[in-house]
């Protein structure tokens, strides 16, 4: 088992944001260098940290509602913010597909991993 499970979610959140930010670049600028992606993924990563905080997630990372959604509120929220005071975009429709993707992402990965706990307890329970 792992020693820190918090920290390989956190790790799990924070690459899920950078791959939301990596798609964005590749879908509207053709590709992503690490100057863009760093630019494109600061304001939500931020926003991230702030959500683990505010959420306390370390005390029970993987849990879709409780943890999850709070991370990606803030996330979302946060992550707009910071991105417009920087200068960059948010138009209604970049809103909406941040807003859509980080749920699936931040909320969907711990969803599976509950889905698959769930199942394993039960599974074990049968003789």
Known sequence: MMRYPWAA????????????????????????????????????????AIGWVVSL????????????????????????VLRALAGGGTAAPF???AAVTLLLFLVGWRTVAALIRLRARRSSRRP
């Open 9 to 48: 979610a956190f790790l799990i959140d924070a690459l899920l944001v950078i791959v939301f930010s990596w798609i964005g670049l590749v879908q509207h600028h053709g590709g992503a260098t690490l100057p863009a992606l760093a630019e494109t993924a600061w304001p939500f990563l931020v926003a991230m």
């Open 57 to 80: 997630a370390w005390r029970a990372p993987a849990k879709p509602l409780r943890v999850g959604l709070p991370v990606w509120a803030i996330t979302v929220a946060v992550g707009m």
């Open 95 to 97: 809103v909406i597909v």
